[in-house]
C-alpha cells in the first residue's frame, strides 16, 4: 500500500469512527509503525493493521454479529454478550477484508486477535496488541497520580519493556490483564487465557 492509498484508508476512518475512537486509531496505527521500525516487522503493515484494528467499532452489536455470521466466524458465549468488549476485533477482520480490501493475512489476523491474544502470534500481531495497550492516549485512563496508581505503574513499565522486548511486553501486559480481571471478579475470554498460559511456559 503506497502512500496515497494510506492516505486514503486513513480518511475513510476518520469519516467512519468517532472522534475520540479516530484520535484512538491513529494512536495505535503510529505506535504500531514505532514499534516495527525498532524490532524489524514491516512498517507498513503495522500501519494498515493499527488503522484498521477498530473498524468495526462503528457498527452496532447486532451488525457486528451478522459481519461475523455473514463470514462464518465462530464466536465465544462472551463475544456474543450485549456490550461485549470483543466482538468487534473479529468482525473488524472480516470487515478490513470485505470494505476495505485487505488481503494479507498477517494484518487479518493482527485486527482479528487484538483484544485477547493467542498462541503462537506473529511479531505483527503482537506489535498491535501492545501498541493498542501502550499508545499515549491510553494516560486518560489513569484514575488517581500517576505515582499512586498501580495501572499508571504497569503502563509505564509495559511501554519500556515494549521498545526493548516484544515477548516480555506481551507477557506483561497479558498479566497485568488477567490480575485486573481477576481483581474486579471480570470474567476472562478463554483465548486470553490460553495466550497467557502459553507465554508463560514460553518464558519459563
Known amino acids: 500500500m503506497n502512500t496515497a492509498e494510506l492516505y486514503k484508508l486513513r480518511k475513510e476512518m476518520e469519516k467512519a469512527l468517532e472522534p475520540k475512537r479516530y484520535e484512538h486509531t491513529l494512536s495505535v496505527a ?3 509503525a514505532n514499534l516495527a521500525a525498532i524490532h524489524g516487522v514491516d512498517i507498513d503493515k503495522a500501519l494498515i493493521a493499527g488503522m484498521l484494528h477498530d473498524c468495526a467499532k462503528c457498527l452496532s452489536h447486532k451488525k457486528q454479529m451478522s459481519v461475523c455470521e455473514k463470514n462464518h466466524i465462530s ?3 462472551m463475544e456474543t454478550e450485549e456490550n461485549s468488549p470483543l466482538l468487534h476485533a473479529k468482525a473488524g477482520s472480516a470487515l478490513a477484508r470485505q470494505e476495505y480490501r485487505i488481503t494479507d493475512v498477517d494484518i487479518l489476523n493482527a485486527i ?42 504497569n503502563l509505564t513499565e509495559a511501554r519500556k519493556l515494549a521498545y526493548r522486548d516484544l515477548n516480555r511486553a506481551l507477557y506483561r501486559i497479558l ?30
Open 112 to 153: 482479528r486477535y487484538h483484544t485477547t491474544g493467542r498462541p503462537g502470534m506473529s511479531p505483527l500481531e503482537k506489535v498491535i496488541y501492545i501498541a493498542d495497550y501502550i499508545e499515549p492516549g491510553r494516560k486518560h485512563a489513569k484514575r488517581t497520580s500517576e505515582a499512586n496508581d498501580p495501572y499508571m505503574r
Open 175 to 204: 498479566q497485568d490483564t488477567l490480575a485486573y480481571l481477576t481483581g474486579k471478579g471480570g470474567r476472562i475470554d478463554f483465548m486470553t487465557r490460553e495466550t497467557y498460559e502459553y507465554y508463560q511456559e514460553e518464558k519459563q
Open 30 to 32: 503510529y505506535t504500531a
Open 75 to 77: 464466536l465465544t458465549e
